[in-house]
């Protein structure tokens, strides 16, 4: 969406939404040869990373990983299971709890999803300079500054209030 588009004069909210939406329908796209979509994509990309540094996580940390609800996170998982792509087992620790392990098909298809995921962000950055930019950086680090923000709905500035 350029500037000749609508995107002049629009709130940070609406170009946020509008970019979340554009990766999403991307990702999707790209992974869907795969037999992914890009809310599965996500849980076998986190998981993979978790478990290349030895974790095996429950439902609920991945869930806590992704920012996914964890309902939607035991969805994902049991159609991925069926996929052949995950394995669930009872935590031995604590019986309530889920984990979720990458099968070898699961790993590979995950490898290949992350390289065709990889080849779409670097087409996203590359306006920025590319991955390696500091123009890319410094986005990264604003886009962890407004993740690790808290967001309530419920509360209100001062600059609401005194307007109200």
């Keep these: 969406m ?3 588009s609508g995107s002049a004069g629009a709130t ?3 170009l946020v939404w509008r970019l979340s939406m554009k990766w999403r329908v991307a990702v999707d796209r790209a992974v869907a040869p795969l ?3 890009h809310a599965q994509y996500s849980l076998v990309a986190s ?5 290349r540094s030895g974790l095996r996580p429950s439902q609920r940390r991945l869930a806590d990983h992704t920012g996914l609800e964890a309902l939607y996170v035991s969805k994902l998982a049991r159609s991925l299971e069926s996929a052949g792509l995950v394995e669930r087992t009872r935590d031995p620790h604590d019986p309530r709890a889920v984990q979720l392990a990458l099968t070898e098909e699961g790993r590979e298809t995950t490898r290949r999803a992350i390289g065709v ?5 670097k087409q996203l950055l590359e306006p920025l300079g590319g991955l390696d930019s500091p123009r890319t950086r ?3 680090r604003d886009l962890a500054t407004l993740l ?8 209100t500035s001062d600059n609401e209030t005194e307007q109200s």
């Design 47 to 51: 998981l993979y990373g978790m478990q």
């Design 2 to 4: 350029s500037n000749g």
């Design 12 to 14: 940070p909210g609406f």
């Design 138 to 140: 410094e986005f990264t």
């Design 117 to 121: 995921v990889h080849g779409l962000l």
């Design 148 to 155: 690790d923000a808290p967001l309530d709905p419920f509360s």
């Design 35 to 37: 037999g992914l979509t």
